[in-house]
Structures are given as C-alpha cells and as structure tokens.
C-alpha cells in the first residue's frame, strides 16, 4: 500500500475546500477527537489553523493514562513502598501525579519499579524473582487490554504464582454514553478512536446513532484525518446521525474477534472511576472468578476505587478538559504552574494528554 497518499497536499487542499463549503452553510460544529494520538497529531499538523472558524475541536477522553484514578496510583506505590512488591509498568504511568505522589518520586524513594512495552515481559521478571510478589499495572483503553488477558492466561497455564495484576482498564464505548448524557458536554459528533476501533470494529458505537450523534472512525495521517472531519461535517450537515467507518483499510466491521474473545473470557465488565470525570456505568474491567487468584486486589487487599472529590488536584482542570468542556488552555494552571517538567495533573504528561499537546503544540 502506498501510504504517502494519505500525506498528499493536493488532496488534503480538496478536502480541506470541501469542509469550508460544508462549514459555510452551517452554524457552529463542535467535534471531539476522543482519541489522545488524534489530538497530538492535529496539533502536530497545525489543522486547527486551517479550519473555519466555526468549526471547533476539543479533546475528549481518550488518554488512559489521564483517566487512570490517582487513588489507583497512590495504591500502586503503597504496594512498592510499603509491602515491597516489585511495580511492572508502561512508560507513560510512571511520571503521573496520584493524589499524593508519583510512580518516578516512589522510584527514587527505593521502590522498585520497572518499566515494560507488554505485559508479557511481567512473566519473565517474574520467573527471574521467584522470591518476590511482582505486580502489573494494567491500564489502558480495548487496545492494550488483549496483551493483558493474554499474559493472564499464559500465567494460569504455567502456573507462575509469584505474579498478579492491578487492572485499570477503561473500555470507551460507554465513555461516549456517559459524554452525550452530561448536560454540559456540548458535542455535535465524534471523532472515534483508530486504535481501539481496530479491536472492537463499528458495532459497538451504534448507540450513538440511536442518541442523534454521528461518528467518524479515522486513522492518524493527515488525509485520514481531514476525512474524518469532512465525514462528520456532512453527517452534521445532512442530520444524519450514523457510525461512518473512514479507516476501513485498519478497521473491519466486526473489528478482531480473537482479540475480543480472548477479553470477554478473562475479563468482567464492572463500574469504574474515570479520573476528572467519575464513576462510569459498566466501562471497567475485573478478573473472572476462574483467574481470581491472579487480581492483585484480592491478593493485597487494596481498597475498590471510590468517587473523590480530591481526585483533582486544587486548582486542576483536567475533568473539563477530558469532557470537552475547555480548552488545556482555558485552564488557570497551564503552562504556568502546570508544564511537562512540573504537571499538576495527569493531561499534562502523557504522551497522549490532550494539555501536553497544547504545550508543545498550540492551540493551532
């Protein structure tokens, strides 16, 4: 496949022209790109400049890191500090703040924390450590969740007893549900997520058609993402509220069967806390009973997460970031008090959070 078509600035001025005459005759269109990589890339690209004015892009939800619970994270470093268990982590966990501290600060303090690009390699570390307790911090959207069912099956069949997982995972169909619902969250459609769509497929956002809310699932190249916006633009111009698939060469329409199978055999779904945004009906995930000796929860007994008030810190507005309600830069702490050397909150240090696109990027 030649992908430099999907850079070609021919096309992407014809593109671009159609969404100007779409505009033209509309009002105001306010698309959320759910996904965090969309927002860093249409930053990247500068395409908020080349828009018109009336069309409006903000930032939803879709960085798991920034939605990861800072009591989750408080949890995870209680468990390296206090009871010593050796942490397995993605990069990107390490540098968020919790409520109280950080992964990278509990590093320093002498917690002993390493840091992975699959949960697989957690069987290995913990073959190479018989000795100690070795826990994964499973966070992640559907595309991370099927390497962890995975590792989790693998672990039942070699019986590796010295191993368990800390799941944070968040599914984000029902993320959608809860924004559409939310009397403040203004959105006239969706910008649907490439990565996890390759794994779920398109059956899963037709609820959203049903609640008179188009969306458009598109990749990550610059003509991907202009399609994205022309498809939407026409969907919103049209009042036709349907689910569009503009990544069909990724995205089939039933998605990865293996991989949702292997997901629904070791996974539950369960209510779960959304940081900034709260609980959410049914878009969490919990071990099935039959791999129940493997959920770190139960092993340490670590407190189920809870709705807190103190989930932000003062001052942070990364809730009404997620939820499409401001800007990164509407927010008092940004690029002040709040910077990837020093975040406040969790938008601010994941490569996927919506502020440290906005740092690095502009608003543009």
């Not at 798991?64 to 470093?77: E, F, L, M, Q, R």
């Not at 590093?107 to 070795?134: F, M, Q, Y």
């Amino acid at each position: 496949m030649n992908f430099s078509r999907f850079s070609d600035p021919i096309l992407a001025e014809k593109l671009l022209e159609k969404i100007r005459t779409l505009a033209f005759a509309a009002d105001r269109i306010r698309i959320m790109e759910v996904c965090g990589t969309h927002t860093m890339e249409i930053g990247r690209l500068g395409l908020r400049a080349l828009l018109p004015s009336n069309i409006d892009l903000v930032s939803g939800p879709g960085c798991p890191v920034c939605v990861t619970p800072g009591s989750y994270i408080d949890a995870a470093i209680d468990l390296a500090l206090i009871k010593k268990v050796r942490i397995v982590s993605y990069g990107d966990m390490v540098r968020v703040p919790g409520e109280k501290s950080s992964l990278e600060a509990a590093k320093a303090h002498g917690a002993n924390i390493e840091v992975v690009t699959s949960p697989l390699h957690t069987l290995e570390i913990a073959r190479a450590h018989p000795d100690e307790e070795v826990v994964f911090l499973a966070v992640g959207f559907e595309t991370t969740a099927p390497a962890t069912a995975r590792a989790v099956i693998n672990a039942q069949e070699a019986d590796i007893a010295n191993v368990s997982f800390f799941l944070s995972h968040r599914t984000v169909p029902p993320a959608l549900r809860a924004l559409i619902q939310d009397k403040d969250t203004d959105i006239s459609g969706f910008m649907l997520p490439g990565h996890v769509s390759a794994i779920i497929g398109e059956g899963p956002y037709q609820f959203l058609s049903e609640q008179d809310m188009p969306g458009v699932i598109t990749g990550f190249e610059p003509i991907d993402i202009l399609l994205g916006i022309m498809n939407l633009c026409t969907l919103i111009a049209d009042k036709t509220p349907k689910i569009v698939n503009a990544y069909s060469r990724i995205v089939k329409k039933e998605g990865n069967p293996l991989a949702v199978k292997v997901c629904e055999k070791v996974f539950r779904p369960v209510n779960a806390l959304w940081r900034g945004i709260g609980i959410i009906p049914e878009s969490g995930s919990a071990l099935r009973e039959e791999f129940a000796k493997f959920d770190a929860i139960l092993r340490f007994g670590i407190p189920r997460e809870e709705a807190a008030s103190s989930d932000q810190p003062p001052g942070c507005s990364c809730g009404s970031v997620l939820k499409g309600i401001i800007k990164p830069s509407d927010c008092p702490l940004f690029s002040t008090t709040c910077t990837p050397r020093t975040p406040v909150g969790p938008c601010m240090v994941s490569s996927e959070g919506s502020c440290a696109a906005y740092f690095k990027y502009g608003a543009s």
